[in-house]
Structures are given as structure tokens and as C-alpha cells.
């Protein structure tokens, strides 16, 4: 048993090796491109009427490129690894019924909003933003880069929950463990004039990680009692970059509460509901609870200039 998990330890840091190298040689760029290919390809092919010999060009090559992708992605991915997934999840997904964006080009902004009246809103796909709905979080006061690098620190086998279970996200950051994050030089960590700046998130598995940040945070009082809510949750922190446009693969929906710092949204819609819907970018502040189907809204992320942004992020369902 304990043989097995030291292999699937050292399977997984080969694997996070091999992920390192390809993001490094640019596959995550071309990847990325590959979206606004679809969406343009869309986009083009609407207005210049029919081109059968590209269209039956680039559709070839669409269908190669994922059969390759497909790939590459059951040997490097364990789960949600390679931001090839996105792509293969894009090609794979069921078709979304446009109902969902058609005349979706805001957010729906709600204030003190109670369960009850939330039952209205609850399932739909949104975006909606709750102002001011986590003014009672702990986290507001106490949530900052030096709290979760302690906590990852003195934590027996914190790093290692992350690779059995929970995913590290570093979108375009060099950094590609929780581990160099919480390594970095303290003006890397402030964003220091002349630095890089970065932008990761994470999963927290670790139990008693998970008791510790719940001390910080409550699930938001309006979301339906009889959901069903992850035993994990997600942090998002950095600066100015944000997140890459893509797709999440989760059950559920996913609620975000926004603890410091303000940010940009843009969401776009599924490249099949292009000609029906569109894209748009809203601003949340601290304090705002952002709801959203991720699965089927396209969203990246972006930070002003200059603040540090940070994010509590889960399921309902
Ligand atoms: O907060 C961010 O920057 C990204 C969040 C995200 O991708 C998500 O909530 O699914
Ligand atoms: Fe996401």
C-alpha cells in the first residue's frame, strides 16, 4: 500500500516534470490560442459565407490536433493537469443550449439578499454578484500571503495533499508548485517594482488545513441550505495576470468570494453559441460573492495595476 502510494508520488512528480517542460516549450500558449481559433474560426466563417475546402481544411486539422491532444493528455494529465484538457473537454462537452447566454451582457447585481429570495437565482447559470456578502468573514481581516505560506509550512504532508487530490493552478506564472510560491523572494511576494508578477490558485485537501481555513470563512448565507457543498475550497491569490480564459471541469456550480483586492471578469460563451450571445467583462470589489457556471462560461481573470487580489473559491449544487 505504502509502496504504492511512494510510486504514484514519484508518477506524479515525473508527470509534473514532463508538465513543466511542455508549458516551458510553449504548449500552453498554442493551447490557449487554439480557443480564440475556434471562436475566430466561428466568427470568419459567418461572415464570409461558405469556404468548403477551408472549412474541410481547418476542421481536419481540428479533429487531428485534439485526436493528438487527446494524447498527450491521458499520458501528462492525472486529473485537470494540462490546460490541453480545456481543449479536450471543448471537443468533447455535450453542445450547450444557447438559452443559457442569449441576452446575458451584465451581471445580475443583488444586496442583502436572503435565501428565500435567492431560490430564484440559485441554479441559473449567471453571473451574479452578491455586494457586500461576506463582510462577516474572518478572512477579510486576517487572509494574507504570510498566513497560508505558515500554515503550508508547518503542516506535515501539506504539499503533498495537493499532489493526491487537489490541483495547483499557475495559469502564465513561472511558478509551478505551491511550494516555489511560498519560496519566493519577499519582493517577488509584494510584486516590487522590476518583479514578475504572478497569479496562482490551489485546492486545500490537507485536513487540518481545511479545519484551519474554515475558521476564516462560512459558506454564503444565501446559497440554498440543501445544496450539496465540496469538502474542499479553492484560493486564488497574485497579481495583474489573472486567469487564463478556459473552462472548469467541476461538478457543480461555483461561488467566489472576492477577499481582497478588486478584479476583472471576461467571460465569453461556448464557441457554439457565438452567434447568439457575447462576450463582456465586469469588476468585483471586496466583498462581493461572484456566482457562475463555469463549466459553460468561458472566464479569465485580470487585476489592476498594483493591488493584490484574493479569493475564496468553492461548489454548490
Ligand atoms: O479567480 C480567478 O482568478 C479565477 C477563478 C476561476 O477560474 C474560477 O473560479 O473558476
Ligand atoms: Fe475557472
Known amino acids: 500500500m505504502q509502496k504504492n502510494n511512494r510510486e504514484r508520488r514519484n508518477l506524479r512528480r515525473k508527470i509534473k516534470i514532463l508538465q ?23 466568427h470568419e466563417a459567418a461572415n464570409k459565407g461558405s469556404n468548403k475546402k477551408l472549412i474541410v481544411a481547418i476542421v481536419t486539422s481540428f479533429i487531428v490536433g485534439v485526436i493528438s491532444l487527446y494524447f498527450v493528455n491521458s499520458i501528462l494529465s492525472t486529473r485537470c493537469l494540462l490546460p490541453s484538457n480545456y481543449l479536450v473537454w471543448e471537443a468533447t462537452r455535450p453542445l ?10 451584465k451581471p445580475i447585481i443583488l444586496r442583502n439578499i436572503s435565501r428565500r429570495e435567492f431560490v430564484r437565482y440559485a441554479y441559473s447559470s449567471g453571473p451574479i454578484i452578491v455586494k457586500n456578502a461576506i463582510r ?14 505558515q500554515l503550508y509550512e508547518k503542516t506535515a504532508g501539506s504539499y503533498e495533499s ?18 516555489e510560491v511560498f519560496s519566493m523572494s519577499e519582493a517577488r511576494i509584494r510584486n516590487e517594482e522590476g518583479q514578475k508578477p504572478w497569479y496562482v490558485g490551489w485546492g486545500n485537501c490537507h ?3 481545511l479545519a484551519n481555513v474554515r475558521q476564516y470563512y462560512d459558506i454564503p448565507e444565501f446559497l440554498p441550505l440543501d445544496a450539496e ?4 475550497e479553492n484560493i486564488f491569490f497574485g497579481y495583474e495576470i489573472g486567469a487564463v480564459m478556459h473552462l472548469d471541469y467541476i461538478a457543480r456550480l461555483m461561488w467566489q468570494g472576492q477577499v481582497k483586492g478588486n478584479k476583472t471578469w471576461s467571460l465569453a460563451p461556448v464557441p457554439e453559441c457565438d452567434h447568439v450571445c457575447q462576450k463582456f467583462d465586469f469588476y468585483v470589489e471586496p466583498g462581493d460573492v461572484v456566482l457562475l457556471d463555469t463549466r459553460i462560461w468561458y472566464h479569465a481573470t ?7 487580489s484574493m479569493t475564496v473559491q468553492s461548489e454548490y449544487g
Request: proline fraction near 4%; charged fraction near 25%.
Open 20 to 42: 513543466k517542460s511542455a508549458i516551458e516549450r510553449g504548449l500552453n500558449g498554442v493551447l490557449l490560442q487554439e480557443y480564440n481559433f475556434v471562436c475566430n474560426y466561428k
Open 96 to 105: 450547450a443550449d444557447c438559452a443559457y447566454c442569449g441576452n446575458v451582457t
Open 136 to 149: 462577516k468573514w474572518k478572512a477579510t481581516r486576517k487572509f494574507s500571503f504570510k498566513l497560508f505560506q
Open 162 to 179: 495537493l499532489d493526491e487530490g487537489c490541483q495547483f493552478l499557475n495559469f502564465k506564472t513561472d511558478l509551478f508548485t505551491l511550494q
Open 207 to 209: 485536513p487540518d488545513i
Open 229 to 232: 457543498f465540496p469538502a474542499t
Open 302 to 308: 485580470r487585476i489592476p495595476k498594483g493591488q493584490f
